[in-house]
């Protein structure tokens, strides 16, 4: 069994930072790609950033030049650093992974999403 746990969402003004966390943990053989996904109210779930298991990325274009996905040294983490956030910035962020588990299978898996409000 495979857990993913986010942390770090919260509360910020206008052109604030916030710092999102990922770890995975369970019967794990090995993790590629890693995702963050948002959902904002009445709206359907967006990509918002990628990185592969060599370490390339992509982002949406609403991010792009704010935000910053990476991985850990234990690459079972995940990190998303958020910059001059912006009130249409606020969602549910959700981590994601393609993960290969023991004894055997590979499929996607989702945490339960983290809130992030972007308000003054």
Same mark, same amino acid.
């Given at each position: 069994?495979? &857990? *993913? !746990?986010?942390?770090?969402?919260?509360?910020?003004?206008?052109?604030?930072?916030?710092? *999102?966390?990922?770890?995975?943990? =369970?019967?794990?053989?090995?993790?590629? $790609?890693?995702?963050?996904?948002? &959902?904002?109210?009445?709206?359907?779930?967006?990509? !918002?950033?990628?990185?592969?298991?060599?370490?390339?990325? %992509?982002? $949406?274009?609403?991010?792009?030049?704010?935000? @910053?996905? +990476?991985? /850990?040294?234990?690459?079972? @983490? *995940?990190?998303?650093?958020? %910059? +001059?956030?912006?009130?249409?910035? @606020?969602?549910?962020?959700?981590?994601? $992974?393609?993960?290969?588990?023991?004894? =055997? =299978?590979?499929?996607?898996?989702? /945490? &339960?999403?983290? &809130?992030?409000?972007? +308000? +003054?």
């Amino acid at each position: 069994q495979v &857990q *993913l !746990v986010e942390s770090g969402g919260g509360l910020v003004q206008p052109g604030g930072s916030l710092r *999102l966390s990922c770890a995975a943990s =369970g019967s794990i053989f090995s993790i590629y $790609a890693m995702n963050w996904y948002r &959902q904002a109210p009445g709206k359907e779930r967006e990509l !918002v950033a990628t990185i592969t298991s060599g370490d390339s990325t %992509n982002y $949406a274009d609403s991010v792009k030049g704010r935000f @910053t996905v +990476s991985r /850990g040294n234990a690459r079972n @983490t *995940l990190f998303l650093e958020m %910059n +001059s956030l912006k009130p249409e910035d @606020t969602a549910v962020y959700y981590c994601n $992974a393609d993960i290969a588990t023991l004894p =055997g =299978g590979r499929m996607d898996y989702w /945490g &339960q999403g983290t &809130q992030v409000t972007v +308000s +003054s």
